[in-house]
Structures are given as C-alpha cells and as structure tokens.
C-alpha cells in the first residue's frame, strides 16, 4: 500500500520544464541590438578614415604612373619601393584598427550572452523550472508546444530589467 502511494506521489510531481528560442532571445535583447549598432558605427567611421588615406594613396599612385616616364630608373624604383611600403602600412593599419574593434566587439557580445544565460537562470528559479532548455540550430529542442515557450517573458524581463537600470543610472 505505502509502495503504491509513494509511487502514485511520486509520478503526480512533475518536472516544470519550458524552453527558450536562444537565437531570438540574444538578437532581440536591447543591450546586443545597441552594442552591434555602436560596433557597426565604430567600423564605418574607421573604414571612414582609412578610405581617406586610401584614396590619397591612390591618387599618389596615378601620379607615380603618369611620371614615370620622365623619372631615371632609379628614382622609379626608390618611389615604387615608397609606394609599396605606404601601401603595407596601410593595410597594417586597417587590419590593426579592425582587429581592435573585432576583438572588443566579441568580448562584449560575450558578456552579454553570459548576463542572458544568467537572467535565463534567475528566472528559472524566481519561476519555479526545472529545466529551462534553449531551442537552437544544434537541436537541443526540436520540438516544443507553444505554452512551453518562454522566450518572450524571459526577453520582456530582460529588456525591462535593461531600461530599468539605465533608468537608475540616469537618476543617479
């Protein structure tokens, strides 16, 4: 009897599981949408810049190949060797300054995956869930009816949290 009560027990209690749309909950947060724009305005006003070098680079160019003629061979050569060197600084300088960007860009789209997971965690607790599981390409959920899917009350409390503390800093 007591067998057949703790097993009817336990199968009444249930795992709260539901699941979460990763993809959508990293592009759709505030906080990522703001930090690529920032990170595209960076990358444009760089290429911006270097575009300006690069076209005065290209305009030395022409002008090199308009006179060369009239140069001796030696002084071709000496402002084809300067040419060349331009040129490799200023790919040095492109590669330099984007790499700069590129790396910074990842370490905050890193933090901010983490503060997603996290958020995804808390909620989970605050909620009562067992498992939270992230639907994505790699398959960890394949399927999942509808009134599973968290992914817009965990957004909605990540974005309002996010405006919330820009809220408080701004007061502060």
């Known amino acids: 009897m007591w067998v057949l009560l703790a097993f009817i027990s336990f199968s009444c209690q249930s795992d709260k599981t539901g699941f979460v749309d990763t993809e959508k909950l990293i592009t759709e947060f505030n906080e990522m949408k703001a930090a690529k724009e920032r990170f595209t305005k960076q990358s444009d006003e760089v290429m911006k810049e270097l575009q300006l070098k690069i076209d005065a680079f290209e305009i030395k160019g022409q002008q090199f190949q308009s006179n060369a003629a009239s ?3 030696k002084k071709q050569e000496e402002r084809y060797n300067e040419l060349a060197l331009e040129n490799q ?3 040095r300088e492109q590669q330099s300054r984007m790499g700069a960007i590129q790396v910074e860009s990842q370490r905050v789209i890193d933090s901010l995956i983490k503060k997603v997971k996290d958020r995804v965690k808390v909620y989970g607790k605050n909620n009562g869930y067992t498992y939270i599981y992230g639907a994505n390409d790699a398959g960890s959920v394949m ?3 509808q009134d599973k899917d968290l992914t817009d009350a965990i957004l909605n409390v990540l974005n309002s949290a996010e ?6 800093e701004t007061q502060e």
């Open 143 to 145: 399927y999942g009816a």
């Open 71 to 73: 140069m001796s061979r």
């Open 163 to 168: 405006a919330s503390q820009e809220t408080a």
């Open 89 to 91: 600084q200023l790919q």
